[in-house]
Structure formats: C-alpha cells, structure tokens
C-alpha cells in the first residue's frame, strides 16, 4: 500500500474519469434529473407576446399620465381581452380594454393601468392615478428571452426551473447523456443475502444495497454482481464481466492487507494500472482504484459499510458526476460550520466522522451521530446528511468551534 493524502486522490481519480459521449433522445415527461447534451436555443421569443401583467385595463400612456384624484380621465372601454384572446382592433387614443393578467396586448395599448387604480361605471372606466412609466405591467416580448440564444447549457442537469423552461420552449424530446453503468460486487466468505437464513459468523451483504441506493441517486443504473466469494478464480472471473459490462466497478471488501484480500493482486492481473493503492483517510485508508483499457474505472471500496459509503460520498461521487457529462467543478460540497459535540482523532489521518447538519435558529449545526463512530455501525449511520472533517494532525475539536464539514 502506498497511501496518498485525500487531496491527491481525489484528483488522480478525477483525472481517470472521462465525460460520456453517447446521448439519447428522450421524451420532456422523462428528461427530470438527466443531464442535457447539446445547448438548447428556441426559436419563440419569451413571452412570446406583449402581454398584460396584471389585472386592468389596458391604455395610451400619453390619455393618463397626467391622471390624478383632482384631475380622473375617463376612457371608453372598446374592448375586453381575457387571457387567451386574441385581440381583433386596436386601441384609439380616449378609449381603453378591459384586460386581465397574462392577454395579449391589442395594438395602440402600452400601458396597463392596475383595476385598483380606476372606477368603472358601464362602459366607461376612470383613471384615478397615472402610470408611474411608459410601459408599467406590460411584459414585453422578448424581455425575458430572445429567440435564439441559448436557453439551456449543455452539461446542465434538468430540474424543476429547467421542465418548465423546455415545456414553454416546446421542446418535445431532447437529447440528454446516457445513464452511467455502475457494476456492484460485493465480495467475503461470509456475506450472504438479506433472505438468506443467518448462520453464525454471517454478515448480510448490506453494501450492495446500500451502493445501489447510492447509483440511483446519482443519477446511475446499478447492475448487481451479487456476492462472490472470497477465491481468486471466482473472483477474477467476477470482475472481468464486470469491467466488460459497466462505465465504473464498485466492488467491497477484499482490499485490506488480509489473507483473503485478492483485489489488488487480481485487478493488475486482468491489466487494470492500480491508480490508488491507500489513502490518508479514517475511514476509508484501503481505497483501491484501477484504470482499464477499455476506460472502466474500477474502485475497490473497503468492506465496512461505513467505510464503503465514506468513500463514495468523498470520491466516487465525484467521479460519478464527472462521467456522467454534468459540467460543475466536481468540488466536494464543504462548508464551515460549528459543531454541537466534541470531535476527536487520533491525528494521523484526515478523519470523517459521521452525523447530521441541523438548521438552528437559521443556521446549520453539525451533530455527531450518537453511539460508536465505528466503521462497522452501520445503525448509527441512519440519517447522515454531513461527515465533519478533523484534518491530520487535528486531535480534537470542542464544542462550540468551527469544523469543516463535507454536505451530502
Ligand atoms: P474486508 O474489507 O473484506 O476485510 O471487510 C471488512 C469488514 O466489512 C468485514 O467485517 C466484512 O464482514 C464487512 N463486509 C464486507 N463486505 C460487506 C458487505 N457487502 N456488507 C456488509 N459488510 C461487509
Ligand atoms: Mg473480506
């Protein structure tokens, strides 16, 4: 084992991880969470139309702009345009529309007087105060958008702001990256499947299930190996398939320096170049990354859930969002906060310890997770939404001090 410190491997691991290419056509009902492939212009303006934005009545600026309580103008009301319409003769000067939020403005209007503003009495409707400006509550066309410009970047993923703007842009199907292809393999003698009956010694494979949660919320298609037991030949067989048939590995266990630890020694038999071989992290220290020919990246995570987990979040999570054609600055998500509880380390490797960032009076707190921050306590770890980090040489933090904290 060569260990390397968390910063160097974050960005040797970033530097294996190559954008995907292939993108498909998908339907704007499945686009939600996909990451766009090609900028996106419209042809239509936005709004498309000079429209009212409010409820009112539409005017000439130059009838009212002297309007007051000591001086009513009174127009006569031509027409009415309800949201929808469209407007079929213009506006002359003395004359005014019935309008309503979102019509489309008739020619010869300008300005949109509010309701609040006015007195209407039959046909006729009195303008009790002026317009502030030429042009007040009318949302011109193109004032937000004009056509032809980019509307959305490509490598932007696509929520809810983004639905809404490629439904008003009428875009029916889009072209969006391919979901990533993440293999999971879970590898030891004594895992077996949560439906499987518990013998002594057993421990349930819950890493498989807990890196598929993971994929699926990065935006990933799992593809399950199952479990393989802890023999080289099995194992290579395993992860050959594997690196044939995904974008990344996941595999757990395997990677410490135990008697049943084959991965390192199988990967670089099968050709994979061992990019990371340890890390100065608790948990997390036998992280093992290979790199292969056809452009699989394989990360032999360590077999503790904890530990499993913790890497994804600090590195393969990265990595993920890298592959998967998002543009960012695949950053880790770190932010400074004040910690609840006192913090400890042994101070030789950089240290995630695991619990919660609270909103308090309007700002975030970080919580240690009750019960034994042990790499193997999966129970506890209900709930994370944040690690705190004690750097190397850090032994302690107390209560009340800052500490910087990684947001999941
Ligand atoms: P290893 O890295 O293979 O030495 O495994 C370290 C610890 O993690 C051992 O206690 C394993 O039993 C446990 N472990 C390994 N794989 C899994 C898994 N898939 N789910 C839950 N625990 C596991
Ligand atoms: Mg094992």
Redesign the pocket.
Known sequence: MTIISVQDAQTIILKLVEGLQETETISLDEATGRILAQPLSSPLDFPYWDNSAMDGYGVRFEDVKHAGSDHPITLDIVTEIPAGMTPNLSIQSGEACRIFTGAMLPDGVDTIVMQEKTRQEGKKVTILSPPNYLGEFVRKRGSFYQAGHILLSSGIQINEPEMAVLATAQCSHLNVYRRPRIAIL???N??ITPNQPLQPGN?I????YALKAFILKNGGIPISFGIVKDEPELIKNKISEAINSADFVLS?????V?DY?YIGQILAELGGEIKVNGVGMKPGKPLTVAKFNNGCVYFGL????VSALVSCWRFVKLALDKLSGLKSNYQPQFITTISHDNLSSNGQRETYVWGQLKLVNGEYIFHLAEGHQNS?NLINLVSTNALAILPVGVTKINQGETVKVLSL
């Open positions: 879970s590898t030891g004594e895992l421990i494979d819950s890493n498989q757990t266990g395997g990677v410490s135990g630890d360590p077999g503790n859930p193997a």
